[in-house]
């Protein structure tokens, strides 16, 4: 059997992972790290070039296609920041050598797994991708080993393993449900077969496994009411991994649910889950907003920017049609890019100032100009100021579904404004108040986030024609 | 299928949901660990007789993973963590044991009218079988959020997991895959836990999640 590009970027993943496990010293694993992600990404962008052949247990479409480019993308970008960012750790002795050579395989792991989901074609093997991915990063927000870190992670651990149970309980609902209409065995968990034989299934039946599936997979997502683990997860963890987990690994969850959603758009006597997806998306978006306002610590603010972002992707995804869906899978790209480079800047603040809590970081504008002016673009395109990226594609959420729901959208605009407030507040002190904290020089390396917000930038003022007709393929494909 | 295949499975699958009930009111760490026990092990002789009645050998394989490691293995390990760490004293409920089993009863009653309502065109076994999971995985959260003590929730967890493999098993021809997967997660979430509970143990003097929650929220 020749190893085609679908097997290649698990293959990477996978032996870097065992690589960096026996090898020693930092500095190299960190190079190595960064060389495989690179790797990674340049064999996803082959994707384009020579379509491998979709099988019984791998799938490529344009839909995954997507989602598998951002994620070796910032999975790379993030690997750059991560060796700058070990590189203090060592050397403040948070971290030891020998956690350090289980961090990075573990980063590798989080890679192989959230790829292995985007590209699995079988539902079983989807589940037990994620289910991967969400024990190694279990992992990883606990390896500082402190009271606060344990606490996320256990927490983590609990309410994912919940969510991720749940989701098998769906997993299998949906099997039983095919099982009449596909037969039984490997059929009835391949994807691609599902969906054709999707409107034969029993609706009543794929109703209560779709529902099953957003609990579980919408834990993943970080949906209000079921995000309590997100906050912490990302606010204890090294910020390496609250990059990937608010850039990635939520948007993998996501994936799934899209999936399993398209597969239920098929069968026209099942439920609609567009406007489950909404009111969750919504509640998320409102939830989250409030409760920027209360915030101490400067990680945990932006994880719960995330859950407001997820909310507003999903409720694009739950509205459907063309353009909306379209606005959803812009601003799921978006936020990824923005997200990650607002955790590069943090990451590089908190050490820098030996801090998280808010009221003890002041004046980055002017103890650390570069840092602070690139995290105030970073607030700036989050929040969904114009020109940047993220104003383009909620604009286009709003637009495409007022004329439809406007009262929803109402709602939407509402919760967006309010978050823009409560961030707003809560940086300008960190920004421009009075200098506090330690002011030592930032060693950061800049080349990832400002990579990030050049993007975002960009995107905000010229989309290129191939990403347009790329989104609007996939955006006809989610229906 | 005969009427006694049928009643056969039926029973097993019951006596599933009834062994998480027992679950839900053990006080004590170490019974709650031999109800576990019991639990893996009711769920072993299910798994086996559907292996049978749908001659599906490799079933036989998830049985046997259910007897030797969920209830051997696994009971046993904990038990030696418990007594390593010293904590087997009485388990703290959030709530009491009598509001406990009447919100069990209600959930099992919601699983049974939810499944048998929606799977009319499914065989009675699957039926049942999918009814029943679905009460022990309900059980498996509730025994999950009244309990404080971190080694009851992951028991209430794995109790949860059997359910699961209980629903996989039910579903007819479902491939290979999952079961092992299953299996292999409890595996994977055990190995987990075991560092996480060390852990806790190196950091806290309890492995009360009460003791855990003092740290709860913002840093202050």
């Known amino acids: 059997m020749t190893i085609d590009a679908l097997g290649a ?26 060389v495989a992600a690179l790797a990674t990404f340049l064999t996803s962008l082959s994707l384009f070039v020579i379509e491998p052949t979709s099988g019984q247990y791998l799938l490529l479409d344009d839909l995954n296609k997507v989602f598998i480019v951002l994620t070796t993308f910032v999975g790379f970008t993030t690997s750059v920041f991560s060796a700058s960012y070990i590189h203090h750790e060592i050397e403040t002795g948070r971290l030891t050598p020998a956690f350090l050579r289980f961090y990075h395989a573990m980063y590798q792991i989080l890679m192989f797994a959230m790829n292995l989901a985007l590209i699995a074609n079988n539902i079983g093997l989807m589940w037990v991708a994620v289910e991967v991915a969400t024990l190694t990063t ?3 927000v606990g390896i500082y080993r402190t009271h606060e870190a344990l606490e996320a992670a256990w927490k983590y651990f609990i309410l994912g393993s919940v969510g991720i149970a749940l989701a098998l309980f769906g997993t299998i609902l949906v099997y039983m449900a095919a099982r009449p209409a596909v037969g039984e065995g490997l059929d009835g968990m391949v994807w691609t077969v599902l969906v054709q034989h999707a409107a034969a299934f029993d609706p009543a039946l794929l109703n ?80 989250a907003a409030l409760m920027l306002y209360r915030r101490r610590d400067i990680k945990r603010m932006f994880a719960y920017s995330s859950i407001e972002h997820m909310g507003i992707i999903v409720f694009a995804f739950g509205m459907g049609g063309p353009l909306a869906n379209f606005a959803g899978l812009l601003h799921m790209t978006m936020h990824s890019l923005t997200k990650s480079a607002i955790f590069f800047a943090v990451g590089h603040i908190a050490q820098v100032k030996g801090t998280q ?23 700036i395109a989050i929040v969904g100021l114009p020109p940047l990226g993220i104003f383009m594609s909620e604009f286009l959420v709003v637009s495409s579904t007022f004329s439809r729901a406007p009262w929803l959208t109402a709602i939407l605009v509402l919760g967006i404004i309010i978050a823009l407030g409560g961030l707003l507040l809560r ?44 989104f609007t393929n996939v955006a006809k494909l989610l229906g | 299928m005969s009427s006694l295949q049928f009643d056969i499975a039926h029973l097993l699958a019951g006596s599933l949901v009834l062994a998480s009930f027992m679950l839900l009111y053990q006080d004590r ?157 409890v595996l994977i979430a055990f190995i987990v836990i075991g560092i996480f509970l060390f852990r806790i143990r190196e950091r806290f003097d309890s492995v009360d999640v009460q003791a855990l929650d003092r740290f709860r929220g913002e840093r202050r």
Do not use: C
């Open chain 1, 9 to 34: 970027i698990l293959l990477i993943p996978a032996i870097s992972a065992a690589l960096l496990a026996i090898l020693p010293g930092y500095f190299l694993t960190a190079k190595l790290n960064v």
């Open chain 1, 138 to 140: 279990v992992l990883m």
């Open chain 1, 208 to 287: 209560v496994a779709f529902v099953f599936l957003l609990l579980g997979y919408g834990t993943k997502v970080g949906l209000a009411p079921l995000h309590a683990w997100l906050p912490d997860a990302h606010a204890e963890g090294p910020t390496p991994i609250s990059a990937v987990l608010s850039g990635l690994l939520l948007n993998v969850a996501l994936y799934a649910l899209l999936r399993f959603k398209m597969m239920l758009a098929v069968n026209s006597a099942a439920i609609a889950p567009g406007p489950l997806m909404v009111t969750m998306g919504l509640i998320s978006v409102i939830f």
């Open chain 1, 357 to 379: 809590k808010i009221a003890d970081i002041g004046g980055l504008t002017v103890t650390n100009p570069v840092l602070g002016w690139g995290l105030m673009l970073g607030v």
């Open chain 1, 427 to 470: 940086i300008g002190v960190v920004m421009f108040g009075e200098p506090k904290g330690k002011t030592a020089p930032a060693e950061a390396s800049y080349v990832p986030m400002f990579t990030h917000l050049a993007l975002v930038a960009m995107a905000g003022i010229y989309l290129p024609p191939v990403l347009v007709t790329g």
């Open chain 2, 29 to 185: 760490l170490y019974a709650l660990l031999n109800v576990y026990a019991l639990h893996a092990g009711v769920l072993a002789l299910s798994v086996a007789w559907q292996a049978y009645v749908q001659a599906a050998p490799h079933l036989y394989v998830t049985a046997l993973i259910a007897l030797v490691f969920k209830a051997i293995i696994i009971p046993v390990a904990l038990h030696r963590i418990i007594r390593r760490l010293g904590i087997h004293r009485e388990i703290e409920n959030v709530i009491g044991i009598g509001l406990t089993m009447m919100a069990g009863i209600g959930l099992v009653a919601l699983s049974m009218v939810v499944m048998l309502r929606v799977t009319p065109g499914a065989d009675a076994l699957a039926r049942e079988d999918l009814a029943f999971a679905l009460s022990v995985v309900l059980l498996g959260l509730l025994i999950m959020v009244t309990r404080r003590n971190a080694v009851s929730q992951v028991v209430g967890f794995m109790s949860l997991e059997n359910g699961l493999v209980l629903a996989a098993t039910g579903a007819k021809g479902m491939p290979l895959v999952v079961e092992i997967s299953v299996a292999f997660s």
